[in-house]
């Protein structure tokens, strides 16, 4: 059983930074996907970013120069750095993994963490 576990939400101003963790279980991480989404109140889950086996990461077009993903296979831990934050980053964050080569934003992922939340204050 795959378990993800996510912390490092809270509350900052704009402008400010936050790192997320997401702790993961089990075999997925050293070879699977792994992929933070995000949902703000009223709207749908949107792709934030995705990192594959080989540490290749895409990023979602809102958070492009401003997020970074990264992964330390020591300590099964998936990180999401989010730099310059602005008010409309404010959402649920949720770590996501898959199985298999595609990590792909759109992708179905097979396991999700009950996610954190990110609260920027303008």
């Known amino acids: 059983q795959v378990q993800l576990v996510e912390s490092g939400g809270g509350s900052v101003q704009a402008g400010g930074s936050l790192r997320l963790s997401c702790e993961a279980s089990?075999?997925?991480?050293?070879?699977?996907?792994m992929a933070w989404y995000r949902q703000a109140p009223g709207a749908e889950r949107e792709g934030v970013a995705a990192i594959d086996g080989s540490e290749l990461a895409t990023y979602g077009d809102s958070v492009k120069g401003r997020f970074t993903i990264s992964r330390d296979n020591a300590k099964n831990t998936l990180y999401l750095q989010m730099n310059s934050l602005k008010f409309e980053d404010t959402a649920m964050y949720y770590c996501?993994?898959?199985?298999?080569?595609?990590?792909?934003?759109?992708?179905?992922?097979?396991?999700w963490g009950k996610g954190t939340v990110v609260n920027i204050s303008s």
């Open positions: 996501a993994a898959k199985y298999g080569p595609s990590c792909r934003l759109y992708d179905a992922m097979d396991y």
């Open positions: 089990g075999h997925i991480y050293r070879t699977g996907c």
